[in-house]
């Protein structure tokens, strides 16, 4: 007799997920797009093909696709800013070395240059913290 273990209690077969043995199949045809689709978000999300099928259909009770569109104008939103106030940070930055060469550097301009660059942090973490979202999500809707 083979030995057992937690995962695998015969040591030979399929592994069980939880106390439940999966004894019921659904046989399902794909369109060869279907699969192709099927095949890449498995790869995405590092989930085997039942794995993902049966987390799309059974876990969410949520629309199951994230709406692109507004996903890509959120980004392409905070895409702008941040680069409106790198911009900014870059030429003032230019600036202040300038008038740091010359022994005028003048405090409002540092006082500017902290302001722009605390904006610049506060776009990134929400740039940041929505894309954690998306990829803790993989695919489930935004809220």
Same mark, same amino acid.
């Given at each position: /007799?083979?030995?057992?273990?937690?995962?695998? *209690?015969?040591? *030979?077969? *399929?592994?069980?997920?939880?106390?439940?043995?999966?004894?019921?199949?659904?046989?399902?045809?794909?369109?060869?797009?279907?699969?192709?689709?099927?095949?890449?978000?498995?790869?995405?999300?590092? =989930? %085997?093909?039942?794995?993902? @099928?049966? !987390?799309?259909?059974?876990? !969410?009770?949520?629309? =199951?696709?994230?709406?692109? =569109?507004?996903?890509? *104008?959120?980004?392409?939103?905070?895409?702008?800013? /941040?680069?409106?106030?790198?911009?900014?940070?870059?030429?003032?930055?230019?600036?202040?070395?300038?008038?740091? %060469?010359?022994?005028?550097?003048?405090?409002?301009?540092? +006082?500017?240059?902290?302001?722009?660059?605390?904006?610049?942090? +506060? @776009?990134?973490?929400? =740039?940041?913290?929505?894309?954690?979202?998306?990829?803790? !999500?993989?695919? %489930?809707?935004? %809220?």
């Amino acid at each position: /007799m083979e030995p057992t273990n937690d995962n695998n *209690r015969r040591g *030979r077969g *399929r592994q069980n997920i939880g106390d439940e043995k999966k004894i019921k199949k659904i046989d399902v045809r794909f369109t060869e797009d279907e699969y192709k689709s099927i095949i890449k978000m498995s790869q995405t999300f590092g =989930l %085997k093909k039942s794995e993902l @099928i049966r !987390n799309r259909i059974l876990d !969410n009770t949520e629309p =199951l696709i994230i709406n692109g =569109l507004e996903l890509q *104008r959120e980004l392409a939103l905070l895409g702008e800013e /941040m680069g409106r106030s790198g911009n900014n940070i870059n030429q003032l930055s230019k600036h202040a070395n300038s008038l740091n %060469k010359a022994g005028r550097m003048n405090e409002s301009v540092v +006082i500017r240059f902290e302001a722009l660059f605390q904006k610049y942090n +506060i @776009i990134l973490d929400e =740039l940041n913290i929505t894309l954690r979202k998306v990829i803790r !999500n993989k695919g %489930k809707s935004l %809220k």
